[in-house]
């Protein structure tokens, strides 16, 4: 597994960087898997699940449309974005439903790491805390290889989330790991990528 660090991105930019390895490692052309790790630039991003009453009041932000699961979010500093390009029939849990579970687990691993009780709530993906939703899960896959992934809130600023309606939930607000407590960005994504790497 290649850790690929790109820094701070535009989102287009990175999704075509996203697009080129998982089409090649759908063609054969690479053997080896990726994750992905990226900072975007502000930008709103729509999945498959987005209904226009979830984009009420996006004002100067871009907004994407995208071949992932989920309803519409927001991408931007402070947040961590991780995309794995890897293939299923290389690990050990090839579904669908394991492979968002790992995601989720990689987050809550993390969360607890930093003394912040994670947890799932049913029927909706992602990973929630008692101050509200912090992980974010929107995934693409594709004869078992798959793209686009995780993002989690560190120190986000939330006024982006109260012009959407993020991932179509309307009881449940968004919160920043900095709720909790101060944290370094790159300490949490240190975390992260270790987490992520024990469960893909």
Same mark, same amino acid.
């Given at each position: 597994m290649e850790i690929l660090n790109l820094g701070k991105t535009d989102y287009l930019e990175a999704l075509s960087f996203q697009l080129k390895l998982f089409n090649d490692k759908q063609k054969g052309l690479i053997d080896r898997d990726f994750i992905i790790v990226t900072e975007h630039y502000p930008v709103y991003t729509k999945g498959k699940s987005t209904k226009e009453e979830h984009l009420t009041e996006i004002i100067d932000t871009p907004v994407v449309e995208v071949e992932r699961g989920g309803s @519409?979010?927001?991408?931007?500093?402070?947040? =961590? *974005?991780?995309?794995? !390009?890897? %293939?299923?029939?290389?690990?050990?849990?090839?579904?669908?439903?394991?492979?968002?579970?790992?995601?989720?687990?990689?987050?809550?691993?993390?969360?607890?790491?930093?003394?912040?009780?994670?947890?799932?709530?049913?029927?909706?993906?992602?990973?929630?805390?008692?101050?509200?939703?912090?992980?974010?899960?929107?995934?693409?896959?594709?004869?078992?290889?798959?793209?686009?992934?995780?993002?989690?809130?560190?120190? @986000?600023?939330?006024?982006?989330?109260?012009? =959407? *309606?993020?991932?179509? !939930?309307? %009881?449940?607000?968004v919160c920043n790991i900095s709720d909790f407590m101060d944290v370094d960005k790159e300490r949490v994504q240190e975390i992260l990528i270790k987490n992520l790497l024990l469960l893909l």
């Open positions: @519409v979010t927001f991408h931007g500093p402070g947040q =961590i *974005v991780v995309y794995p !390009i890897v %293939d299923l029939r290389n690990r050990k849990k090839t579904s669908v439903r394991n492979y968002i579970w790992s995601l989720e687990e990689g987050i809550i691993r993390t969360l607890n790491e930093l003394y912040i009780e994670g947890f799932r709530v049913e029927g909706k993906r992602g990973v929630f805390t008692k101050k509200g939703k912090v992980g974010f899960v929107g995934v693409k896959i594709s004869r078992y290889i798959t793209m686009h992934g995780i993002s989690l809130n560190v120190s @986000v600023d939330k006024d982006f989330f109260s012009r =959407i *309606v993020p991932c179509g !939930i309307y %009881d449940i607000p």
